[in-house]
């Protein structure tokens, strides 16, 4: 089974990690971690940058069974580029399962994935989704036939285990939810925009630009 997963500068790190880590513990799984070149993207800006390497160009990558795309500022830029959203949109002629995590769902919405589709993205980033074309929803997992958006950053763990009980069944994603030891406890209640004041927000608007 071959799980793309695209990578690129301006990246949200957990975006990818956080699902990769649960797939990659699927029976069978063979991780393609794609670039639009090969060789290392950073994750994040400067100091809180984390260096990722490509494998794969877009070029060597025509098929998956699974797409993974995450997001971060980076997706900005990238939804006007034509070759990606075109690669986006050939990958999904192909797989079985097509996800994004966070505003990898704007990504998905510009190559034309989610066309009068409800889906997810992080809070921040809601109307742009609508923009381009997708019929935004504030749940944490979407499932639209074999398109799932997560929201943002960490609900890519979740969808992560969403993925992995529709491919492996529900015990296999326990077993794995298992192994990542994944049982939260926020030290908050402040994880969603719904449960936030009009200052949290704008605070964490302002963390994310800096």
């Not at 969403?162 to 069944?169: D, E, F, Q, R, S």
């Amino acid at each position: 089974m071959d799980i793309a997963i695209f990578v690129f500068d301006d990246m949200t790190a957990l975006d990818a990690i956080g699902p990769m880590e649960v797939v990659a513990l699927l029976p069978g799984a063979e991780l393609k971690i794609v670039g639009k070149q090969k060789g290392q993207v950073r994750a994040g800006k400067g100091a809180r940058s984390l260096g990722i390497v490509a494998d794969y160009a877009l070029g060597d990558v025509t098929a998956a069974d699974v797409l993974i795309v995450p997001g971060g500022t980076g997706t900005r830029a990238l939804v006007n580029d034509d070759a990606l959203t075109s690669w986006i949109k050939n990958i999904h002629a192909t797989t079985r399962w097509t996800t994004s995590v966070c505003t990898g769902a704007l990504l998905l919405a510009a190559a034309g994935v989610l066309n009068g589709v409800p889906a997810t993205t992080h809070w921040a980033a809601m109307d742009l989704l609508k923009k381009l074309g997708a019929v935004p929803t504030d749940r944490r997992v979407v499932e639209e036939g074999k398109i799932i958006t997560a929201a943002g950053v960490s609900s890519g763990i979740d969808m992560g285990l969403t993925l992995a009980a529709k491919i492996a069944g529900e015990d296999v994603a326990k077993a794995i939810q298992l192994m990542i030891e994944y049982d939260p406890e926020p030290p908050f209640d402040a994880g969603a925009a719904s449960k936030a004041s009009p200052e949290l927000r704008k605070l964490a608007i302002e963390l994310i630009s800096s």
